[in-house]
């Protein structure tokens, strides 16, 4: 019903993602295609794609207004998706989670205080805490029986000081793939209560679940911990509509969505969202759930093949199991390289353009993330260069 084949005679030219692959290497040919920069190479669902063709046959394109039906879009979107039901008063529209994660620093801490984040992070976190004049205090994940989980024991203690205010969290994981369990979002929340730091959680791949694992919608852990919780959603990660720029900032705390709007205002002077945008959120969480439902076997597909290749035949790289997003994390310290040399090993020997695991930070390093979200004879086709090149050395 739904085309994942390569996106052939498609103009790549305006694309983030295979600019930054030139600069790389000015010599890659038109069969390399990247995959770093987490937006797919697939087609627009054409749910969506129909739809904005119909809208803009009618539409004035003048300064808008967000509709009805777009709040109640979202809302029946994050209640039939993940049980959580949400008032239309709660949804605060952005131009992107990047942006809102600037503005929560901005809104709930001061220039000086601690911002706790868990490391390999996604490299926004680190700029929205540095650029705002705020410390990066790290809890970083830790490695147990081949899984990443949270150090609670050091998180505690950084809880305990009470210059650390804000704490962005990320769920599902990016880079390393975790589904929070229950259990573990259960034992986080009790100790962000205690503590009574503000959390920030970005669930921005939240619908890319695989295996059939539920997600866990931070507020609904704890009734308590959600009066001090902003949840960071949009249909971009879900949809491959993140040139669209449209996101939903959820705040049920009346006090903390007064705050969060006006930091936005500071900071971007009220810039609404794009009318368009808007039109594709609610064509994505009204029409395109089939789509999306038909994508995740693709990508748990892909995740699989490509477990099964590194393991049997490029034994110096070590991939854990994503759970959820379409992102995989390769632990490639076993081919003996610093990341310097890693990284050109990959782009001028294997033509293979990842995201460098350094930019997640100090525990990235040695390590690579690789978007899986691309059909499967381009991630055979960069498989098998990856293994020509190991062997070659």
């Known amino acids: 019903m739904y085309d994942f084949t390569p996106l052939n005679g498609l103009d790549r030219s305006d694309s983030s993602k295979w600019e930054l692959m030139r600069k790389q290497n000015p010599h890659t040919g038109p069969d390399i295609v990247p995959l770093s920069v987490a937006d797919m190479e697939f087609a627009l669902a054409p749910e969506i794609r129909q739809g904005l063709m119909e809208y803009l046959e009618t539409v004035v394109p003048g300064y808008g207004n967000l509709s009805p039906s777009y709040y109640s879009a979202v809302c029946s979107w994050m209640t039939k998706r993940h049980n959580w039901n949400i008032d239309p008063q709660w949804i605060v529209p952005s131009n992107g989670v990047v942006p809102a994660l600037f503005h929560c620093v901005d809104a709930f801490s001061e220039p000086g205080e601690g911002v706790i984040i868990m490391p390999p992070a996604y490299p926004p ?13 790290v809890c970083p ?3 147990r029986n081949g899984r990443y989980e949270m150090d609670f024991e050091l998180l505690k203690t950084l809880l305990d000081d009470r210059n650390n205010t804000l704490l962005l969290f990320c769920s599902p994981h990016n880079p390393v793939g975790r589904v929070w369990e229950k259990a573990e979002l259960e034992t986080f929340s009790g100790l962000c209560l205690k503590s009574g730091v503000t959390v ?3 669930e921005i791949h939240n619908d890319l679940l695989l295996d059939k694992r539920p997600h866990l919608v931070l507020p609904e852990i704890s009734a308590e911990l959600a009066e001090k919780t902003v949840v960071c959603t949009a249909p971009s990660k879900t949809f491959n509509t993140a040139g669209f720029q449209t996101s939903n900032i959820i705040i049920s705390n009346p006090h903390l969505r007064k705050k969060y709007q006006e930091a936005a205002q500071r900071r971007s002077a009220g810039v ?4 368009i945008g808007a039109k ?8 395109a759930e089939p789509w999306l439902d038909a994508l995740l076997p693709v990508l748990e597909a892909n995740r699989d093949f490509t477990e099964t290749f590194i393991a049997s035949r490029i034994p110096g790289i070590k991939v854990f199991r994503t759970e959820g997003t379409y992102l995989q994390w390769w632990d490639c310290r076993g081919l003996g390289m610093d990341s310097g040399d890693l990284e050109r090993f990959m782009t001028e020997k294997a033509l293979l353009f990842l995201d460098e695991g350094y930019i997640f930070g ?4 040695g390590f690579e993330r690789i978007n899986l979200a691309a059909p499967r004879p381009i991630l055979e086709e960069a498989l098998s260069r990856l293994e020509k090149a190991v062997k070659g050395r």
């Open 272 to 275: 609404e969202l794009n009318i």
């Open 125 to 137: 976190f680190y700029r929205a805490v540095t650029l705002n004049r705020r410390k990066t205090t």
């Open 280 to 287: 594709a959120c609610e064509l994505a969480y009204t029409k």
């Open 362 to 365: 100090q525990e990235g390093r």
């Open 141 to 143: 994940l830790v490695i």
């Open 200 to 202: 920030i959680s970005d």
